[in-house]
C-alpha cells in the first residue's frame, strides 16, 4: 500500500527556514518523480516543488523559486523540501507524493496523502 509520512514542520518566524521530510512506501521510489504541495486554510492543494526520479530536474511554484530547494535520496525513499526566507504566507500544510507529467503539467500521483506537516510563518 503506498504511505507518505511528512514530518519537520513548526512554528517559525518570517525570514526564518525550516526542513521538510517525507518518507515513502509501497512503489518503487526511485522510479518516479517526487512532489511537494501545500493547502493553506481555505485554499486549494498546490503543487510547489518537483524533483525527477535521478534528481537532476527542479521545478518549482513561482511564489517559492530561489527560497525553497528539493532534494531525495533513493536509497532512503525520502524526499525533503528545504525552505529558506520563510513568508506568512507559506503557512500551509505541507504533503508528499509521487509526481507524472501529463499533458505538459505535473500531477500528482497516486489518490493518497499522509497526515501532512504543519508549517506556520509568524511573528
Known amino acids: 500500500q503506498v504511505q507518505f509520512e511528512e514530518s519537520g514542520g513548526g512554528l517559525v518566524q518570517p525570514g526564518g527556514s525550516l526542513r521538510l521530510s517525507c518518507i515513502a512506501d509501497?512503489?518503487?521510489?526511485?522510479?518516479?518523480?517526487m512532489s511537494w504541495y501545500r493547502q493553506a486554510p481555505g485554499k486549494e492543494r498546490e503543487l510547489v516543488a518537483v524533483l525527477n526520479s535521478a534528481g537532476s530536474l527542479r521545478e518549482y511554484a513561482d511564489a517559492v523559486k530561489g527560497r525553497f530547494t528539493i532534494s531525495r535520496d533513493n536509497a532512503k525513499n525520502t524526499v525533503d523540501l528545504q525552505m529558506n526566507s520563510l513568508k506568512p504566507e507559506d503557512t500551509a500544510v505541507y504533503y508528499c507524493n509521487a509526481a507524472s507529467r501529463r499533458a505538459g503539467m505535473w500531477v500528482y500521483e497516486y489518490p493518497y496523502w499522509g497526515q501532512g506537516t504543519q508549517v506556520t510563518v509568524s511573528s
Open positions: 509501497g512503489f518503487i521510489f526511485s522510479s518516479y518523480a
